[in-house]
C-alpha cells in the first residue's frame, strides 16, 4: 500500500514520531513518503501536488501539540498563545477534497482528545499511543481484511457512537526499524535549528502529581540497548548530516545505569557524534556522571529542575531535595558542558515566598545557557494527578474543558504579583519566561483558583 504520513506540527520540533513511524510502516513491505508542514508555503497548493503525485492509500496524520505558546515580547505578559487545531483542520479538509484515501489519527496531542479530535475533524478513526506495530497491523488488516476496530489503540466512531480499544506498548524497542530520517529533506529543519531526536527508552517511574508520561508510558522502563541508541544516531548522521541528536526522553539521566551505558557505548566507538537531552533529572548528577557525559560528546544538558522549593518540590512529589538541585548544579558548573535550567511556576501550594526560595537557589549559580521559566500548569488529562483531582472535585466537568486547553495557577499566587513576574523574571539575565495561555488567564478572574 501506499502510505503518506503528514507532520501537522506547525512548531519546530524534531518530526520524531512521524519518521519512527514511517521506518515501521515501510519494514511491513509499504512505500511510505511523509509531507512536513512546518515548512509549507502554500500548503493547499503543496498537499494537493503530494497527493496528485503520490496517490496514496492511506494517510496517517501525526498531532504533535493542541496548543503553542510561543514567546513573544509584543505579546501580553510576553507570551502569545495560538489554538494549532485550525492548522490541523485546515491540513484535513484539504486531504479530504484532494483524495479518497483513508485518512488515520495518531501522535502525542492525539493521546489524551482522542474522541475529540475525531469529532472536531470528522473523522472516525484515530490510534493511541506508540504506532510502530499498532499502525503497519492495521495497513495489514486493511489489506487482507480483518478487523480494524480491534487493533490495540484504536478509537472509532461507528453508528453515531465512540468506542475505544486500549493501547498497547512496545515491548521490544531493540527490534523496530530504524527512524526514517532519509525520507526528509534535512536542510530546512538544520535552517530552523532542529536536531533530529530519537528515544533511548520509553517508561517514566516518577509520581511528579503534574505529568502524564509515568501513566502513558508506564512506570517500568523499557530500554533501548546502548548499541541500538548509537545505531539510531550513525543512521541519522548517514540522513542528515546531522552529528547532533537530541535525546527526547523523559530524564535522560533515568534509570542511572542506562544513561551511563549509553555514554560507555559513545564512548568506546570513538564516535565524533554528539548528543544532548532537554530533559536532566536533579538526582545522581554528579562529577562522575558529568565526567561521563563530557567525555561522550554530550553538547548540551537541561536540567529539569522546576522548583528549588523544599515545599514545592514536596507538593509535587518531584522526589529530590533542594540539596539535590545545588549538587546538580554544582557538578554541571565543575564541568564543560554547556547546560541550562528549566522552572515551572504556579503548582498547588505555589507563593511568592516559594518562587523567592526557588530563585535564591538558582541566583547562587552561573547558567551558562541560561533558564528557561514556564508559569502555570497545563491540564491536559487524567494521566495528571492534578487534573484527577480536580475532577473528583468537581472543578473539570467534561473533556472538552481539557481540549480547550486549561491552565491551573495557584492560588496562593496574588494578581498583582503575577502581573509582575515575568518583567522581574526576564530582567535576571539569561532567563526566558513563558506564561501558559496568558490572554486566558488574565480575562477569567477564576483561572488561578482552579
Ligand atoms: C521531546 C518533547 C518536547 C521537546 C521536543 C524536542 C525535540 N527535539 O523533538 C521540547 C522540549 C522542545 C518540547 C516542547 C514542547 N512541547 Co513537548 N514533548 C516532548 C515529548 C516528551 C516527547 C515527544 C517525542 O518526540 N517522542 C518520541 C516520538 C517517537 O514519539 P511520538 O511523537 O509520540 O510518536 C509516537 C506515537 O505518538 C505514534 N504516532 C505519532 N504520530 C502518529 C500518527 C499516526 C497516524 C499513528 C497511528 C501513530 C502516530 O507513533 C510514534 C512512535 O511510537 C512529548 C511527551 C511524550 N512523552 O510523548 C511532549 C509533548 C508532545 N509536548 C507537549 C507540549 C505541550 C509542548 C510545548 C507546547 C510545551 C510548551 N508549552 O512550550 C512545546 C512545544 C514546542 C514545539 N515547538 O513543538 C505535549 C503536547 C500535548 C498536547 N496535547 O498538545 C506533550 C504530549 C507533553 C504533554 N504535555 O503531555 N517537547
Known sequence: MKVLIVSSNSLPASPSGPVYLAGAVRQAGHTVQIYERLFAGDLPAELNAKLLEFQPDVIGVSIRLVFGDELDPAAPLGTRHTDLRPRVKEIVDILRRGSSARIVLGGPGFNYYAQDWLEYLDLDYGIRGEGEEAFPLFLQRLEQGGDIHSIPGCVFRQAGSYHSIPACSVQDLDNQALPAYELLDWQPYAGRNITPAIFTKRGCAFLCTYCPYGKLEGRQYRLKS???????????????????????????????????????????????????????????????????????????????????????????KRGYSVRQVRESLEALSRSKIPFGASLMLGAPGETPETIAETLAVLGDYEIPDGVWVTIGVYLW???????????RAGVIKDNRELFNGMVYLSPGLPRTYLRELPEALQARPGYSVQFNRPAEVWSNPNAGAG
Open 226 to 316: 546502548p548499541a541500538r541508541v548509537l545505531a539510531e544516531a550513525k543512521a541519522i548522521f548517514q540522513a542528515t548530516h546531522s552529528r547532533k541528536v537530541m535525546f527526547c526522553d523523559n530524564n535522560f539521566n533515568a534509570p542511572r545505569r542506562h544513561a551511563e551505558a549509553i555514554c560507555r557505548e559513545w564512548i568506546a566507538e570513538k564516535t565524533d557524534l554528539q548528543w544532548g537531552t532537554g530533559d536532566l533529572r536533579p538526582v545522581g548528577i554528579t562529577d562522575d556522571f558529568c565526567r561521563l557525559m563530557e567525555a561522550s560528546g554530550c553538547f548540551y544538558a537541561n536540567l529539569a529542575i522546576e522548583s528549588a522549593s523544599a515545599a514545592m518540590l514536596h507538593s509535587m
Open 381 to 391: 488529562t487524567d494521566y495528571q494527578d492534578i487534573v484527577a483531582e480536580r475532577r
